[in-house]
């Protein structure tokens, strides 16, 4: 059976697709400001026998192509939990939101946390940043992790922290060390999440934000462990998305079994 | 019931309305209701009765205020569980809970209250400062309490445009507190037998507290038979039934909540219902929820859960406590009132202990396969309690979802995901 797992999020478009349970291919393109369309795109890419969607504009996508739903939670989970069928604990820091899962073998939710309506701790937060140093977001992470220290960034307003950061470029803060205060900042705000859900090792590391290696180092020393980054981060809402459309057929069971850590 | 529309306008324009700003008012809350409520399938035949309420909910029911007060009675409005609807009664007084539940005239609120003060509160300033609600312009006297710090000092700031009343709510549940709180009654009486001109009868009170005790009779059949599997019917609608009980004639409301509960046993024995037997079954506690909010029940039934259960003041603590009618003297029926009145759980109380031992009680008589938290943002008291009440259902098994939100809808997209998602996590 063929199955296309669509991620249609705020900034990103992505897709895996599904052949028998194995992954043929995936995508990722940018969402612009028409995502359906970018998902009628990769929708028409190849025939399939399924259309699975998650992600922000997953109800639109459901009523367009007739897909079938679960949330970027049940997706991630899912996904993550084949990439790494040890893991227990997921980091998605995604364009317009964060959100952290605790989930049993097989990838069944257990509690899950996310940023309610503002771009704190997102990867919008660290765009907005980027844009005020008039640096990309990568540069931006590379000044982080060369940074001698950091300077405290306090406000996780990503309105007032941008104000914050100027402030502290006028007052002549080198630009690297202030870098690695808003990475430190975001990074804090995650950890608490993380411990609110009680989430345990091993704890994968997905979206966007995986791609930023700042982040990685930063997240890595907060839990005092190894970070499993998923090789293609982007992706594994619609990895999810597409298994979940496998088992709805009665291919694979969703859920298996295997031994339980202790917290993060 | 007649067809012939009616013209309140002239009503409306005596009580003192905004009539350009109350017809926005007007067009927005059928759209609401229309969206939430009559997209819903089947319902239960009897809401009928509640579709006309909400159709007449500013015409109808003040034009029988108004002729209430012509007829010489008075109308007292109040915010709260802990006014004593049963004195205002025996005292020739309708009881009205006032509006509160949508964003209104904000701009005009936040001259007067910082931006961070709890929707309810900044809501009840707007429909006043706004002018547009019929009940609080026909209220002879509001009656506000002391159930949290912005609430009590808010209230002196609506005492600038409306005739206030404050309660003193204690904040503990000792004997010298029942004993303070048994004494606010009778200065309430007192209040109130000057604004009605009326003298406290133990005859009219006993009247007045079989009358209010079957109301609540009433509403907790109603409620009783959604511990049913599938539930006969959805929780937006006994949302409403409870919602609209705080200003309804009470004797009329009892009487159709009683029709609404005979049909519902009856889909109960033939194995009816609004849900499937699947479906994810939520129960919701935390803070009120008056007309027109019904944005989080709304959520969760349409992402295909059920809610079988409220655990707030526009739900169990409305109903779930009767008042003695034992009482032989005056006195002794004022002792019935405080008693019942102070056993309410509030998170206002410290400690609050009732409230984790309803909602355990609750989650396990209604089947609740998860529990939602609801708070309004900057509501202390509940989302600090929420702590509390999360550590203790997931102590009992039960899954927790805390949701902090407001009167808008600009959070129902991030909403919808993080219900849609406790409902996969429920049913998986």
Redesign the interface.
């Known amino acids: 059976m063929r199955v296309l797992g669509l991620d249609v999020g705020s900034r990103t478009v992505d897709a895996v697709w599904l052949e028998d349970g194995a992954a043929a291919e995936s995508a990722v393109l940018d969402a612009g400001f028409a995502p359906q369309e970018v998902a009628a795109e990769l929708v028409a890419r190849r025939p399939v026998d399924r259309v699975v969607a998650t992600g ?1 504009g997953r109800h639109a996508a459901a009523e367009r192509f007739g897909a079938d739903v ?5 997706a991630y989970a899912l996904g993550a939990s084949r990439l790494f069928p040890e893991a227990r604990s997921i980091l998605d820091i995604g364009g317009q ?1 964060t959100k952290v899962i605790l989930f049993a073998a097989g990838g ?5 946390e ?4 503002c771009a704190a701790g997102t990867g919008r937060f660290l765009e907005v940043m980027a844009r005020a140093f008039g640096v990309d977001v990568g540069e931006m992470a590379e000044e982080a992790i060369a940074a001698d220290g950091s300077v405290a960034v306090s406000s996780m307003c990503t309105v007032f922290a941008e104000s914050e950061v100027i402030g502290l470029l006028h007052r002549g803060e080198p630009r690297a060390r202030i870098a690695r205060g808003l990475h430190e900042a975001v990074v804090r705000r995650t950890l608490s999440s993380l411990h609110r859900v009680r989430a345990r090792p091993p704890l994968v590391f997905a979206g966007g934000g995986a791609r930023n290696a700042a982040l990685v180092e930063l997240v890595a020393a907060g839990i005092g462990g190894h970070v499993l980054v998923a090789p293609d981060p982007q992706t594994v809402g619609a990895l999810g998305a597409a298994l979940y459309g496998a088992a709805l057929r009665g291919a694979a069971p969703l ?1 298996q079994q295997a031994p339980e850590k202790e917290d993060i | 019931m007649s067809d012939a529309p009616v013209d309140y306008r002239p009503m409306w324009t005596d009580l003192g309305l905004d009539l350009e700003a109350h017809d926005l008012l007007l067009t927005a809350i059928p759209q609401l209701y229309a969206d939430a409520y009559l997209s819903q399938q089947d319902r239960p035949e009897g809401m009928a009765y509640f579709d006309f309420v909400m159709s007449e909910i500013h015409g109808l029911r003040i034009k029988e205020l108004v002729d209430h007060k012509a007829a010489g009675g008075t109308v007292i409005g109040t915010f709260c569980v802990y006014v004593p609807e049963e004195i205002i009664r025996a005292l020739g007084g309708v009881s009205v809970g006032l509006c509160a539940g949508a964003e209104w005239a904000y701009d005009q609120v936040e001259q007067l209250l910082p931006r961070n003060t709890c929707a309810l509160i900044k809501s009840a300033m707007g429909f006043k400062l706004g002018k547009v609600c019929p009940y609080v312009e026909s209220a002879d006297l509001v009656i506000g309490e002391t159930t949290c710090d912005g609430k009590k000092k808010a209230w002196e700031l609506l005492g600038e445009y409306a005739p206030v009343y404050v309660m003193e709510l204690p904040q503990m549940k000792r004997p010298q507190d029942l004993a303070f709180w048994r004494e606010e009654l009778d200065r309430l009486v007192e209040k109130l037998e000057e604004v009605t001109g009326n003298t406290l009868t133990f005859e009219a009170l006993q009247k007045a507290t079989k009358e209010v005790n079957d109301k609540r009779r009433a509403l907790q059949r109603l409620n009783a038979a959604r511990a049913a599997s599938p539930a006969p019917i959805s929780g937006k609608d006994a949302l409403l039934a409870v919602q609209v009980a705080f200003y309804d004639d009470v004797p009329r409301f009892t009487e159709m909540v009683n029709k609404i509960a005979d049909e519902l046993e009856q889909r109960v024995a033939s194995g009816k219902g609004v849900a499937t037997a699947d479906a994810p079954r939520v129960l919701i506690t935390g803070t009120p929820m008056s007309v027109p909010n019904w944005k989080v029940h709304d959520i969760v039934e349409k992402a295909g859960g059920v809610v079988v259960a409220e655990e707030m003041c526009t739900g169990s603590r409305y109903y779930d406590k009767l008042v003695s009618e034992d009482a032989t003297t005056l006195e002794g029926a004022m002792d019935a009132l405080a008693v019942k009145y102070l056993d309410v759980n509030c998170a206002c109380f410290t400690p609050n202990q009732g409230r984790i031992d309803d909602v355990l009680r609750m989650a396990k008589e209604y089947k609740a396969d998860g529990v939602l938290h609801y708070a309004l943002q900057f509501c202390a008291t509940y989302q600090i309690e929420a702590t509390t009440v999360e550590r203790s259902a997931q102590e009992a098994g039960l ?1 927790v979802l805390r949701v ?1 939100t407001d009167y808008s809808m ?2 129902v ?2 909403l919808s ?2 219900v ?2 406790f409902l ?2 429920l049913k ?1």
């Open positions: 922000y679960i949330t970027e939670i049940g939101d069944k939710v257990a509690d899950f996310m940023n309610d309506k859920h | 899954p902090d600009e959070d997209g991030q995901t993080r849609e998602a996969e996590m998986a």
